[in-house]
T-cell receptor, first 110, second 116 residues
Framework: GQQVMQIPQYQHVQEGEDFTTYCNSSTTLSNIQWYKQRPGGHPVFLIQLVKSGEVKKQKRLTFQFGEAKKNSSLHITATQTTDVGTYFCAGGGSQGNLIFGKGTKLSVKP | ETGVTQTPRHLVMGMTNKKSLKCEQHLGHNAMYWYKQSAKKPLELMFVYNFKEQTENNSVPSRFSPECPNSSHLFLHLHTLQPEDSALYLC???????????????FGQGTRLTVV
């Protein structure tokens, strides 16, 4: 079945360093969404990308959707302690459901 | 608050018990979902309902039984669970099934289930 792979599983950074998580699908995705889950919390929607090659920015966060619509990335510039959490990508599957990656857990050392 | 409310927030149950998890959304969404989140397999999709009709059942054991009486409410009935079923159960809703022009999923805060 369709799968969305996400790497790395864990990332530990010093505050101020950059962070990137990558998402890859075995099939073409209709769209890609990114979510953030704070420790003890629930996933919260960050952004959706739909177009091939699309790039969107939210302050220090940059999201990219690959040209083939099979991969995506989330890059955080100059991480802060408030960025701590698990970041999930989720791709739109062929049956209309969201297929989530396993997430990247980010920890930031002050 | 996301507009998706789950009760209870925490639940401890024995293996012979029967309990139900409740999810309620007042966002006017047509699709609702149950996810299981555990340390080993984050965000496993369990059930999908679209316009109250179940569209997907990801090979979930029959000890989990969903019910969607209307588009605003979703239940997960639990019966004779196993300790390995202990996890965070998340409900989510979206305007429709996630298609390329569609919207995000709104998650409830989850029910932390412990089976003893």
């Amino acid at each position: 079945g369709q799968q969305v792979m996400q790497i790395p599983q864990y990332q530990h950074v010093q505050e101020g360093e950059d962070f990137t998580t990558y998402c890859n699908s075995s099939t073409t995705l209709s769209n890609i969404q990114w979510y953030k889950q704070r420790p003890g919390g629930h996933p919260v929607f960050l952004i959706q990308l739909v177009k091939s090659g699309e790039v969107k920015k939210q302050k220090r966060l940059t999201f990219q959707f690959g040209e083939a619509k099979k991969n995506s990335s989330l890059h955080i510039t100059a991480t802060q302690t408030t960025d701590v959490g698990t970041y999930f990508c989720a791709g739109g599957g062929s049956q209309g459901n969201l297929i989530f990656g396993k997430g990247t857990k980010l920890s930031v050392k002050p | 608050e996301t507009g998706v409310t789950q009760t209870p927030r925490h639940l401890v149950m024995g293996m012979t018990n029967k309990k139900s998890l409740k999810c309620e959304q007042h966002l006017g969404h047509n699709a609702m979902y149950w996810y299981k989140q555990s340390a080993k397999k984050p965000l496993e999709l369990m059930f999908v309902y679209n316009f109250k009709e179940q569209t997907e059942n990801n090979s979930v054991p029959s000890r989990f039984s969903p019910e969607c009486p209307n588009s605003s409410h979703l239940f997960l009935h639990l019966h004779t669970l196993q300790p390995e079923d202990s996890a965070l159960y998340l409900c989510a809703s979206s305007q429709d099934l996630a298609t390329s022009w569609d919207t995000e999923a709104f998650f409830g805060q989850g029910t932390r289930l412990t089976v003893v």
